[in-house]
């Protein structure tokens, strides 16, 4: 999947499926030196210290960076274990509080990646249903369709967002360019109205019934 684009400050994004956080940021945040980092990461996954190949393999990426001067210098991807492996040395009061922050960073990260793929699980199911209710579907019953989706929730169709948020007119979706929040409404919107394409063919029906459902489950989390 394309990297999801999630601004934040621990700089935890999401990479080929996976929530990542690069050493370079970590050492940002905790106030470290980048290669005394790198020097808790060469010591962690030496093979002599007890980690498997396998795991580190997966929780600790080789990858580089340019600096100011064009120098291309080493950093590493993390994965949520591999980050909470590295951050166990971590000490002091501060350390704590931000070794907080990203498992909770992380646990959100992957929230979000796990209801962006159900959504694009359950797209095919949506078409479908869109196709069963038109004798001979036409391209704008799919982009009618979603875009009332998206204003719903974003107030806006993915054109007008792709504009507000400087994004190329070409960019083939905006999924991931959404918050959490966002495209969970969205994959809570986009499964019940599978079935209401069926039971209530009318358009403005089904988007009034579509507002009152998003009003009331936003309702319900702000009680939450």
Known sequence: ?????????????ECRGKAIASSRRVAEIFGKRHDHVLRDIYEITDPK????KT???INFELSYYRDSTNRKLVEYILTRDGFTVLAMGFTGKKAMQFKEAYINRFNE???F???????????????????????????YHFSNEINMINRIVLGMDA?????VNNLPAETPSIRPYLVFHQIKAIENLQRFDIGLITLHPDY???KEILKDYFC???????KA
């Open 159 to 163: 054109k007008t967002f792709k504009v």
């Open 49 to 52: 210290n007890g980690l498997s």
């Open 1 to 13: 999947m394309n990297k999801l684009i999630i601004k934040d400050i621990f700089g935890v994004t």
């Open 204 to 206: 403005d029906e089904r």
């Open 55 to 57: 795991f580190i393999d």
């Open 216 to 222: 009331k489950i936003t309702a319900k989390q702000l």
């Open 113 to 139: 990646i796990k209801s962006f793929m159900n959504a694009k699980l359950e797209f095919p199911e949506f078409t479908d249903a869109i196709m069963a209710a038109h004798e001979e579907p036409k391209s």
């Open 109 to 111: 990260m992957e929230a």
